[in-house]
């Protein structure tokens, strides 16, 4: 606790218990009933729910405005939990940029020791970790060799550790999957604040993450582009300021097709799909995230994301297409002015305000040329065409384990069709579907008083559910899911 006073504490108690955070059933409705959004937006804000991005309240305004008078002279300590990875090599370029801002004081890494040893004697940070024992091992033998100091743990313990860093004042969640769940929950237990990378924190995690936030009084800042741009465009919005949530999407693979064109191909063409599926006519960001474009499943599951993160009720956070991925989101204020935020598409500019927020610090990017790009396009979403985006946003209504659900059976259905075993773009959703019924009969869908046991084990039943099916569907023993 280490921002709030004590009528903070007490005004955040209060929003806690007024909140329909954990909402009776009678006020959530019990669907699996498949609906767009409406476009008609609710003035009463019944269905929203506490934010854990520090937005939307008095706290928030005074604390940012608070932050922002200390000036640019602060100095944060980060944990970075995937090190190694994409996330984690841009925040440590940040912290190389700005070494009077920033200090790496943990990492933690994979299984690309080199780069980890690497990292440790350039950083020289207190601690590390790695996943193995072998590799711990070793690493602290090349350490020992170089003369370098740093205490190592290996393992899920491991990224704990590294978590808890009692030197850390900020931890960067780039890490990938469930296990960032536990070190994340315990970096807010020790009143940590969390540069937010890792999708499954909020996506599968925030039914307990949120609570956690408001209990221990940290700030939960968005590090990708879309939740960044909501985020930076929030800046000074007065307390129930925010009217409606915009996030755009570049369309993906599939953004040129009709409905009919693309399920025609599907139909006649699986493997010409199959190849455009995993190509992404943007930039190349891993195999993964290029099919969730193609599904639109990525936003779907972002419009989860910023539920949490900024309390949004699903009704108002909606998606627009807009292939040139300049406008990254926007928000759309009670007066009905809309606030967006633009940029060059490069994850860092997200990266480098969440772990400098509210300040802003001068960086030598390619600025933003307007002039240059020429035109800005925008349409809306077919959810006829996409039906992913809808079992993202029944998911997100249904609430509780739901989500979790969905994004492991969404995970392992992007996978086995990548693994190119036979199965059809549009058996992912159908996939997802039965996963989501699937859980409601098994009993692992939860609302009330859900712990992340719930949520790891709606996940891991849901990527069983959804290998056990595809296994059946490829065999021609359900052929009649198949389109
Ligand atoms: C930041 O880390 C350094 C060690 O790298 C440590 O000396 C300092 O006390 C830390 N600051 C805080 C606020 O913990």
């Known amino acids: 606790m280490r921002t709030a006073s004590a009528p903070l504490v007490f005004f955040l108690a209060l929003l806690v218990a007024s909140n329909a955070f954990n909402s009776s059933p009678a006020k959530r409705p019990r669907l699996l009933a498949i609906s767009t959004p409406s476009t008609l937006h609710a003035v009463g804000r019944d269905l929203w729910i506490p934010p854990s991005a520090p937005v939307d309240s008095e706290a928030a305004l005074r604390l940012t405005l608070k932050k922002s008078l200390e000036g640019a002279t602060f100095k944060k300590n980060l944990s970075i939990l995937g090190s190694t990875g994409s996330i984690g090599t841009q925040t440590l370029d940040i912290v190389r940029a700005k070494p009077e801002n920033f200090a790496a004081v943990a990492l933690s890494a ?6 980890l040893v690497e990292q440790i004697k350039e950083f020289r940070p207190v601690c590390a970790s790695t996943q193995t024992p072998e590799d711990a091992a070793l690493v602290r033998s090349m350490l020992s060799d170089a003369g370098v100091k740093c205490e190592i743990y290996h393992g899920i313990e491991g990224v704990d550790e590294v978590a808890k860093c009692e030197e850390a004042d900020t931890v960067v969640t780039g890490i990938v999957g469930a296990v960032g769940l536990q070190p994340t929950m315990s970096a807010i237990r020790l009143g940590k604040d969390i540069a937010l990378a890792n999708k499954e924190t909020l996506i599968s995690g925030g039914p307990v993450i949120n609570p956690l936030v408001k209990e ?5 800042l968005p590090a990708d582009s879309e939740h960044s741009a909501i985020f930076q465009s929030l800046q000074g919005c007065p307390p129930e300021g925010l009217r409606r949530v915009i996030l755009t999407a570049s369309g993906g693979a599939f953004r040129d097709f009709t409905k009919d064109e693309l399920f025609n191909m599907c139909r006649d063409d699986p493997e010409a799909v199959q190849k455009k599926a995993t190509t992404h006519p943007n930039w190349d960001m891993g195999a993964k995230i290029t099919l969730d474009s193609a599904t639109m499943c990525n936003k779907g599951l972002e419009v989860i994301e910023a539920h949490y993160l900024f309390g949004a009720s699903y009704d108002d956070i909606d998606i627009v297409v807009h292939p040139q991925s300049i406008v990254h989101s926007m928000v759309e204020m009670q007066d009905t002015s809309v606030i967006s935020q633009m940029g060059w598409a490069d994850m860092r500019l997200p990266l480098v305000y969440a772990v400098s927020w509210p300040q802003r ?5 390619k600025p933003l040329d307007l002039a240059e790009i020429g035109s800005l396009t925008f349409k809306a979403p077919d959810h006829s065409k996409y039906p992913c985006i809808n079992l993202c946003y029944a998911a997100g209504r249904a609430g509780g384990t739901m989500t979790a659900i969905l994004n492991a059976a969404n995970e392992a259905a ?8 036979g199965l059809g773009f549009l058996d992912i959703p159908k ?9 409601r009969e098994e009993g692992l869908y939860k609302t ?13 039943w849901a990527r069983k559910f959804v290998e056990g099916r595809t296994e059946k569907l490829v065999k021609g023993q359900e052929k009649k899911i198949l389109v």
């Open 216 to 220: 221990f009084g940290v700030n939960m």
């Open 110 to 115: 994979g299984r690309n020791i080199n780069l």
């Open 361 to 365: 610090l001068r960086m030598d990017y």
């Open 431 to 439: 996939l997802i579907e039965a996963a989501m019924e699937g859980a």
């Open 414 to 421: 992007n996978e086995k069709f990548r693994d190119n075993v």
């Open 448 to 460: 009330d008083d859900v712990t992340l046991e719930d949520i790891l084990a709606g996940d891991e």
